[in-house]
């Protein structure tokens, strides 16, 4: 055994390499913030790593298929990295709602969402317009 200063390389010790967060998008091939971390992924650190999706764009209505392809896109670049970069990829995916007022929920796992006047109503269920 030899002592050492250096950084020891351990993928499966649980800490994530930086926290990188996009917006979802309609349009993402004119969101700089999601093309710069698009085009970095494979220049990561090896090991966990951290991509946070913020949703705001969706607050009102569905992810469009135009989001869900950027995700999809995303997605397959991490795994491209875990294919031809480093096997020791692997990923913590979170998604960030806009606000307090849109994670809430009923009884019933519905969404819930609190309008100007302060009646509370879920725009993805009829029952509660």
């Not at 705001?56 to 990295?81: M, P």
């Not at 970069?85 to 307090?100: E, H, V």
């Amino acid at each position: 055994m030899i002592e050492s200063n250096k950084k020891l390389y351990n993928p499966f010790i649980g800490w994530y390499q930086g926290t990188y967060t996009v917006d979802l998008t309609d349009n993402p091939e004119i969101d700089c913030n999601f093309i710069e971390k698009f085009g970095r992924i494979k220049g990561y650190d090896r090991g966990l790593q951290y991509l946070g999706i913020r949703l705001a764009e969706y607050n009102d209505r569905n992810i469009s298929k135009e989001g869900l392809a950027a995700l999809d896109n995303l997605l397959n670049e991490y795994q491209e990295r875990k294919d031809t970069i480093d096997p020791t990829t692997q990923l913590i995916l979170r998604f960030y709602y806009d606000g307090s007022n849109y994670c809430m929920a009923d009884d019933n796992y519905q969404i819930i969402f609190e309008d100007s006047s302060n009646t509370t109503k879920n725009k993805r269920n009829p029952k509660y317009r």
